[in-house]
């Protein structure tokens, strides 16, 4: 209960406080009454008494004064005074002297004031003494006075006792009526009050005032359930407003026909998802789709079909594009435009571009009838054509309108170049796709020369891809490529396949070579990739010896504990791990301590401009010094001149590949060379 509701302020306590006012009040006006009357009757029986007592004595007293008996009337006097309340008791001759007298001090009290206004200080009573046979003659006469003391105090204690009930009534009643009340009334309208402010304005229908139990049915119970009534009515009447206010401003949000985003809404979206993107800094696309030929589905079929139709191509962009990075908005007419965001290039956008035609240029049926359409894109990039919303969304409008003029079904992208690029790339995706199964990859080998004995010590596998229209594309085009799209991994698997046909062959023939295979970052984050290679050496009954991987600093670097733990497996197993590519990464020695690496291979690009340029001569050199103080093996990649041979054969570099030696070469060329290059070495050792 809250503090601030003061005691004072309870309607309980100003209950009492009335109570007891008006009691007392009314208690002391009765009692008052009350107490006057008494004190008349105190005071009338005063009069009463002493008359009596004087009818009894007078006999006696007349007889005294008329036979002049003192005994007797001191007899009387004393016998009077065996009454407390008697001061004053005289029988006096008709001359006034007295025949007996007797008198005592009054009693002292201090109620003397109040008691001698209301009964005076004592009541004098004088009797003439007449005989009754002659009431003519007077003897004498009796004075008797009587004290009031006595008989009022036995007045004030009435009195007293009087007073005091009716306060102690009023006080009781009070207390009893405040507690009564708190209990039927401030206490459970209290708990009302707590109620009535849990209540939320918001929504005043979610929460209602609670009725005190046990006051269901009374007044409170009442108000507590017209109070509710009105909440309700007031939450509903809210619900209709905030409803009503929806309803406004999903007309102006959305798009009526489709459900869609309009064009407001949607670059409200695209401003932030732009912010976002130059946050996170990746990259946005907005695809602006146009239904091709439009105007002649709405011409042949009616706008029926023209507004069924465009809502197909909604329903089927929303399902298509799932996902919180797509904003899929209706831009008026035959045009829907696309963001895409968090995209790490370009080709990410065409392929959102060909999941859009596809499910644009599905068949749809309306009533039995079957229509078909496609539609155009356009392309543009956030932030290499436009960095401002408006004017991402006009170069992509821009784009589908000039794709138009091209023809139909297709997408393009703003700028040209970018649109030849991503265009050969996703011709070149899809060649790659087919080229396993179209037997157009194949593996050639580059030997591998240890630069003391002068001997082939292994080769390294290196995949060629003949395409029937362009010919050769080189792997360093190709394999990123398959890298981004995943097929690597499939593409991979096939070169090892391969690699170890071609060892278990050599072996066969007496050539007991390995096989360095190279090994993409991709590849090493499969889970399946240490089984993949070990079963694949144990399907060809290859020696684990055999087989050396070559991997970039770059593929420990994603997920470094789970690199180092496959690459620690399959070289338990027996494999060797080479590093390629060495120098031109981040060469980081904490790396290199981790890795169970037993060979770097010096990148071509130092080895060509050795002897030429300083620093490329100055890394090599710190190359093989490192290899050495590792104790690791330095391959030298690239070797092209004798002059080249003979520095890392003096410098300490153990093996060597490189044009110098020979081409990678198809396996019947290497055999040749083989036995060729051991031909000269025998001759020039001789
Ligand atoms: P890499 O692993 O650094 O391979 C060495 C590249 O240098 C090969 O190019 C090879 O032909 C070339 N090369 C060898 N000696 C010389 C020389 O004396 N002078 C010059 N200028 N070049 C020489 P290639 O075969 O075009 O391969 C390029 C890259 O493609 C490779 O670089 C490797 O990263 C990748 N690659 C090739 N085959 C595979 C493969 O089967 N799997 C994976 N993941 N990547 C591969
Ligand atoms: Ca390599
Ligand atoms: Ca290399």
Redesign the pocket.
């Known amino acids: 209960m809250q503090k601030s509701f003061e005691v004072e302020n309870r309607l309980g306590y100003r209950i009492l406080r009335w109570i007891l006012a008006v009691a007392l009040v009314s208690g002391v006006i009765v009692s008052a009454i009350q107490v006057v009357l008494d004190a008349q009757r105190v005071s009338a029986d005063l009069d009463n008494q002493a008359q009596q007592t004087i009818a009894m004595v007078r006999d006696a007293a007349t007889q005294a004064v008329f036979s002049i008996d003192a005994d007797l009337a001191n007899q009387v006097v004393d016998g009077l005074f065996a009454r407390e309340a008697v001061l004053l008791a005289q029988i006096l001759h008709t001359n006034g002297e007295p025949l007996s007298s007797r008198e005592r001090p009054k009693a002292d009290s201090a109620f003397n004031p109040l008691i001698n206004a209301i009964f005076d200080s004592r009541r004098q009573f004088t009797t003439v003494l007449t005989r009754s046979g002659d009431p003519g003659t007077v003897y004498g006469h009796f004075v008797v006075h009587y004290d009031t003391v006595p008989s009022a105090h036995i007045w004030l204690s009435r009195a007293m006792i009087t007073f005091t009930s009716v306060v102690a009534t009023a006080v009781i009643l009070g207390m009893v009526l405040y507690f009564v009340f708190y209990m039927l009334l401030t206490r459970p309208l209290l708990r009302i009050v707590d109620s009535v402010k849990q209540v939320n304005p918001e929504h005043p229908d979610d929460r209602l005032v609670v009725t005190p139990t046990g006051h269901e049915k009374d007044e409170l119970g009442l108000w507590v359930s017209a109070t509710n009534t009105l909440l309700i009515a007031i939450g509903d009447s809210q619900k209709r407003h905030r409803e009503a206010e929806d309803k406004v401003s999903r007309l102006a949000r959305y798009d009526q026909l489709t459900g869609l985003l309009s064009r407001d809404s949607f670059m409200e979206l695209l401003k932030a998802d732009i912010e976002e993107s130059k946050h996170n800094n990746t990259l946005l696309s907005v695809i602006v789709c146009g239904i091709d030929d439009f105007k002649s589905i709405n011409d042949q079929c009616g706008f029926r079909t023209g507004d069924f139709t465009l809502q197909t191509v909604a329903d089927r962009l929303i399902s298509t594009l799932s996902g919180s990075r797509f904003t899929i908005a209706r831009l008026g007419g035959d045009q829907f435009v696309i963001t895409e965001k968090g995209l790490k290039d370009g080709f990410q956008a065409a392929d959102t571009a060909e999941a859009i035609l596809a499910t644009v240029s599905e068949t749809m049926g309306l009533e039995g009838q079957s229509i078909s359409m496609t539609a155009t894109l356009g392309i543009a990039l956030y932030p290499s054509d436009a960095i401002q919303p408006d004017r991402l969304l006009q170069s992509a409008e821009q784009t589908m309108m000039l794709a138009k003029q091209k023809g139909r079904d297709h997408f393009q992208f703003y700028v040209a170049s970018i649109d030849q690029e991503i265009r050969d790339r996703k011709q070149l995706e899809k060649d790659l796709s087919e080229a396993l199964a179209l037997n157009q990859l194949y ?2 080998y ?1 030997p591998q020369v240890n630069l003391e004995t002068k001997r082939v010590i292994g080769a ?4 060629r891809w003949d395409h029937p229209v362009r010919g050769l594309v ?3 085009y190709f ?1 990123p490529v398959a890298e981004n799209n995943g097929s ?1 991994v499939e ?2 698997q096939w ?1 090892l396949e391969q690699a170890c046909l071609q060892a278990r062959l050599w072996a066969d023939k007496g050539l007991p070579l390995r096989i360095a ?4 970052a991709v ?1 090493l984050r499969q889970d399946r990739i240490v089984d993949d290679i070990l079963g694949t050496l144990k399907r060809h009954d290859i020696p684990a010896g055999r087989l050396e991987l ?1 991997v970039t600093e770059t593929s420990f670097m994603t997920n470094l504990a789970d690199a180092v733990a496959k690459l620690h497996t399959l070289n338990r197993a027996g494999i060797s791990i080479a590093v ?2 060495f120098g031109t990464g981040y060469s980081s020695l904490t790396y290199l301590k981790k890795m169970p690496v037993q060979h770097l ?1 010096i ?2 690009q130092f080895i ?1 401009d050795l002897l030429v340029n300083e620093e490329d001569t100055r890394i090599t050199n710190t190359i093989i010094d490192l290899g050495r103080s590792l104790n690791l093996t330095v391959v030298a ?4 001149t004798a002059e080249q041979e003979y520095y890392l054969t003096q410098r300490g570099c153990k093996l060597a ?4 030696f020979s ?2 070469l198809r396996p019947a060329d290497f055999e040749a060379f083989v036995q060729e290059f051991h031909q000269k070495t025998v001759e020039n050792d001789a």
């Open positions: 593996l050639v580059q390294e596998a290196l995949l080189p792997p360093d394999i690597i593409i991979g070169v295979v190279n090994l993409s590849q070559e390629d590519d291979k990148d071509k060509r990649e690239g070797v092209e590949q490189g044009y110098f081409k990678p």
